[in-house]
Structures are given as C-alpha cells and as structure tokens.
C-alpha cells in the first residue's frame, strides 16, 4: 500500500489544520493507520492511532483533547484533525500503516510509511 499525506501549512497558534493520509494500491479498511510527527533536531514520535475497524484510538498525552484522528475507509483516507495548534505541534507529519487489527502506538511495528507534510505553527 502506498500512503500520501498532505494538509500540512504555515498556522497561526490557535488555529486549525486537518491532515490527510491517502491510501492506494490496496483498501485502507484491513490496515491500522497512526500519525506520527518529528520536528527539527528531534526524534520521530507518536501522535495518533486508529485500528481496522475506527472504534479504538489512541492519542499521545500532548494531543489529547485538541487532535481528533479518523478514517473514511470508502475514500481509503485517514484524517488527523488538529485544533489549537501550539508552536510545539511543528514539525513534519507522517502517517504509517500496518495489516493488522489492533492499535499500533510503537514507530517501528509500522510496515508502511508516506511521505511527510509540514505543519508550522507561529505564536
């Protein structure tokens, strides 16, 4: 499966973005899809995950209650909706995926990587 991700932009802090990972070459529905993010200087770390079915998540503690991750598996899409964006939400953003029922927090369990997209938050 290859995954596409985009949404990313330049925001003021406080505003909103709505991220999305495109899936092609084979449906999303049997995948689970996680967000992860790495700024400048720093490691790759989690941020969302969502499994199969879009009935469990799982959020890293700094994104809680402001990220909201989902899936439309009709579109073979995965969304990260991010609301009051902070400057420590910059970084580029990636999405990862894996044939797999369950929801994957850990980096290196993924099997499929998109591309990143940059989010730049400015205070």
């Known amino acids: 499966v290859q995954l596409q991700a985009s949404g990313g932009g330049l925001v003021q802090a406080g505003d909103s973005l709505r991220l999305s990972c495109a899936a092609s070459g084979q449906t999303f529905r049997s995948y689970a899809v996680g967000w992860f993010r790495q700024a400048p200087g720093k490691e790759r770390e989690f941020v969302a995950a969502?499994?199969?079915?879009?009935?469990?998540?799982n959020y890293a503690d700094s994104v809680k209650g402001r990220f909201t991750i989902s899936r439309d598996d009709a579109k073979n899409t995965v969304y990260l909706q991010m609301n009051s964006l902070k400057p420590e939400d910059t970084a580029v953003y990636y999405c990862a995926a894996r044939f797999t029922s369950g929801t994957i927090v850990a980096l290196s369990e993924y099997s499929y990587w998109g591309q990143g997209t940059l989010v730049t938050v400015s205070s």
């Open positions: 969502i499994n199969w079915s879009g009935r469990s998540m």
